[in-house]
T-cell receptor, first 110, second 116 residues
Framework: KQEVTQIPAALSVPEGENLVLNCSFT??????LQWFRQDPGKGLTSLLLIQSSQREQTSGRLNASLDKSSGRSTLYIAASQPGDSATYLC?????????FGAGTTVTVRA | NAGVTQTPKFQVLKTGQSMTLQCAQDMNHNSMYWYRQDPGMGLRLIYY???????DKGEVPNGYNVSRLNKREFSLRLESAAPSQTSVYFC???????????????FGPGTRLTVL
């Protein structure tokens, strides 16, 4: 059974600092990995999808890396802003479903 | 283009009551999913539908039933609600269930259900 872990569970940084969010998974036989953002009381917004054959994916200030062999992904958010405050979830795709981590809740202090 | 929509947004039930959560997508996706999200846990798959006319159990199907009404709509029914079913329910869809490395799931805004 795929287990997805996100550490730390919560993170607080001053505005302007770079954010580093970690995701680890136990089964490397994945098809892709998605990073989502969730605002309080809201649904999930897809940020980045990394295909299993890719090492990284970039979108604006966001960069996600994937190391399948070691079962790790890292989401980097450059020059954080208060608007980046949210919970970030990673999910890995197996044969038919996504397996989710519990998320990292980020607070960016102005 | 609304994406994935869910109704209702909020619901309070008493133990033993029944209700149906509705989900619809307008992206012409074949596959649809129901997840629940509980504090401190990741989303867990309840049921999924690979394509119109098919449904399958996920990780936590007990106490739930589903109906894939047509290609657009996928409903989740609680026949006899229990306090353990208090949760946030999310519907999602994707182009297909295929073993594609680019098979992104899109999520609805969620239904917040409380069972007293």
């Amino acid at each position: 059974k795929q287990e997805v872990t996100q550490i730390p569970a919560a993170l607080s940084v001053p505005e302007g600092e770079n954010l580093v969010l970690n995701c680890s998974f136990t089964d490397s036989a994945i098809y892709n990995l998605q990073w989502f953002r969730q605002d309080p009381g809201k649904g999930l917004t897809s940020l980045l999808l990394i295909q299993s054959s890719q090492r990284e994916q970039t979108s604006g200030r966001l960069n996600a890396s994937l190391d399948k062999s070691s079962g790790r992904s890292t989401l980097y958010i450059a020059a954080s802003q208060p608007g980046d405050s949210a919970t970030y979830l990673c999910a890995v795709k197996g044969s038919y479903k996504l397996s989710f981590g519990a998320g990292t809740t980020v607070t960016v202090r102005a | 283009n609304a994406g994935v929509t869910q109704t209702p947004k909020f619901q309070v039930l008493k133990t033993g009551q029944s209700m149906t959560l509705q989900c619809a997508q307008d992206m012409n996706h074949n596959s649809m999913y129901w997840y629940r999200q509980d504090p401190g846990m990741g989303l867990r798959l309840i049921y999924y539908s690979a394509s119109e006319g098919t449904t399958d159990k996920g990780e936590v199907p007990n106490g739930y039933n589903v109906s894939r009404l047509n290609k657009r709509e996928f409903s989740l029914r609680l026949e006899s609600a229990a306090p353990s079913q208090t949760s946030v329910y999310f519907c999602a869809s994707s182009a297909d269930l295929g073993l594609s490395s680019y098979n992104e799931q899109f999520f609805g805004p969620g239904t917040r259900l409380t069972v007293l």
